[in-house]
Structures are given as structure tokens and as C-alpha cells.
């Protein structure tokens, strides 16, 4: 047996509990792996307090991250006592997820944990750092380069944009931090590393097709009006990477920041993005992580009180990363 917080959904109602598990209850994978920490992201939150549609199949263990010592393998890649970490691949919303002290999984899903990186170091990152080295990456891919001029980066003090704000600092980049918070100005400028900060409110409602051209590039997690006005306040040849809809999941925006200035808006899906890219962005954050910052904005919390944190971060009463220890 081990323990597991576990979403139940039948005539019962909605339920989130810890319990003790069977291992014959664990999905039929190739790889199973003793969880050493997950992570609690605003997914794993509105699935844990059933805030929304995120579970898929029931009963679920949640947490769609999680690092742990592989204890039995049928994969030609993964062996006894491999250390390895996992985001996404739609754990935690359709296969038992991290939240648990022990997991099944497929082996092509995981990624060894890079030697610089501890497996606690590792899930302080997770999808949220991950997500935002994505971003980095797809700009870079762009051509992008620190001499092109300052980047934008949306939603500065949540959990991509923070992570998107310290990454580009590091690689010396002039970084805008756009916040709601701009009374925590010493967070996003001395400790994230932001350039200068400017209010979201600028940026949040219906806005011009084009605007002065401020931006060389973006990061944005926000979506709607202002990755609209964030595309129309792009210089010529513009990058903005596009990964989340904290705003609203609509775009109003026109193409004229497309057919007039040669903007590029990229993509980034870091649920289902392929094996090599994961394997270079961790690679990337494992040699770029600030890991004193990482540790002082990470707290640990035991598998015990998941739901609890969960509770806290749906309330905006969390900063920084919420890993869990499943141990
Ligand atoms: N594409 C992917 O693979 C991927 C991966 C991870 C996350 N995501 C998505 O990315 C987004 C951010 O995720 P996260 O984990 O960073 O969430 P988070 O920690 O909740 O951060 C979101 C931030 O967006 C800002 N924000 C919130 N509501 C807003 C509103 N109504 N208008 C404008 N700004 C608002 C806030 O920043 P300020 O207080 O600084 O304004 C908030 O801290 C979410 O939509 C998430 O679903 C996508």
C-alpha cells in the first residue's frame, strides 16, 4: 500500500482525500517509480478543489508534475534507481498524476533529472519553469537575441511569468515585467531580476491594431486584450511567445502587427511538447537557474497538506513554487 491524494466524482459528489492505495490499483505503465516531490501548480489547484473541468477520469491522483527513483521498468531506457522527472502528458488530468508516493507512468514521458539539479531543485521548477524556459527557447529560435531591445514579459508574479522574468534577466536581457502587483516592485525588480515594471491595466482592455513599437519581443501568459495590445506595441520583426490565457482564452486582436511589421506570435504547449525539446529545455534550465533565488521561493510542503496548498494558492495567498514532499 501507499498513500496517494486521490479525486473521487460519483453520487457521493466531488471529493479530494488522502488514502492508502493498492499498487495493483496503478495504471498499467512501463515505468513504476517511488515519488519523491510533486509540485502544486494552478492546474493541479482547480483540480484538487474542483474549480475546473481539469480531471478527465475518475478516481484520479492528481499532480501533473512529479521527480522519484524508478523501482521497476519494462523501457529499454529507464533502469532501477534512474532518477527521473515528469510534466505534463496529461498526468494528473487523464493518468494518476505525482500527488503520491508512487506513480506508473510510460518511460517515453520521462526525462532524466539533470546532474546540476536536485530532484527537490527539480519539481520548485516544474511545469511552471519549464513552461517559461519554452518560451525562452521559442525566442531564441526566432532569432532573438538580448541586442534586439527589451521583452515583455505578462502575468510578471505568477508562476511562468516569474520564472520567464528571472530566465531572460540571466541571459541579460532587458526585462518589462507587466503586473497587477506593481506594489511589489521589489520582487520583480531586485529579486527577478525586471528591468522596469508597468501596470497590467495598461495592457487589459480593447485596445489599437497597431501601437507605438515598444517591444522586440514577449513572453505572454495572459492572453486576450493584452496579448492583443502586447502584438500591437511589437517594433518591426517582432517575437512574441504566447502560452497562457490567464485573461480569457480569446485573442481580439487584428493581423496588422503580422502584415505590417512582420510580428511572429509563437506557440508553446508544454503538455504534450516532443521528448528532445523537454530534454534541451532542462538541459538549459539545469546550467541558467538562479538556485539560491529558487530555494528562497520555494516552500515544501508534506503530501498531508496538499489540499490545503492547494486551498491557499487558489487564493492568491501563495508566492513562489508550493513542491510537495510525497516521501
Ligand atoms: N502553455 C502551457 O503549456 C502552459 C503551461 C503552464 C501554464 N500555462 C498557462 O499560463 C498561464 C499562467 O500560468 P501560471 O501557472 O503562471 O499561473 P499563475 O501563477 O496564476 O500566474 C498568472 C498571472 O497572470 C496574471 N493575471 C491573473 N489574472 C489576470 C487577469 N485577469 N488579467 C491579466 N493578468 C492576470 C497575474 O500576474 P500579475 O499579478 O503579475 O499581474 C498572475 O499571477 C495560465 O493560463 C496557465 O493555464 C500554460
Known sequence: MFKALVIENDELGYRTSLQDVSEKQLPDQDVTLEVSYSTLNYKDALAICN??????????????????????????????????LLTGWGVGEKQWGGLAQKASVSGDWLVKVPAALSPLQAMAIGTAGFTAMLCVLALEKQGVTPQHGPVLVTGA???????????????????????GRASDSEYLLNTLGATAIIDRATLSEPGKPLAKERWAAAIDSVGSHTLANVLAGMQRDGVVAACGMAQGLDLPASVAPFILRGVTLTGVDSVMCARPL???????????????????????????EARE???????????????????
Do not use: N
Open 51 to 84: 474549480k475546473g473541468p481539469i480531471v478527465r477520469q475518475f478516481p484520479m491522483v492528481p499532480g501533473i508534475d512529479l521527480v522519484g527513483r524508478v523501482i521497476s521498468s519494462r523501457h529499454p531506457e529507464w533502469q532501477q534507481d534512474d532518477v527521473a
Open 157 to 179: 508574479s505568477g508562476g511562468v511569468g516569474s520564472f520567464s522574468v528571472s530566465l531572460l534577466s540571466r541571459l541579460g536581457y532587458e526585462v518589462v515585467a507587466s503586473s
Open 278 to 304: 523537454r530534454q534541451q529545455a532542462w538541459q538549459r534550465l539545469a546550467g541558467l537557474v538562479d538556485s539560491a533565488l529558487l530555494q528562497q521561493l520555494t516552500r515544501v510542503i508534506p503530501l498531508s
Open 309 to 327: 496548498g492547494a486551498e491557499q494558492l487558489l487564493a492568491g495567498s501563495v508566492r513562489g513554487r508550493l513542491v510537495v514532499d510525497c516521501r
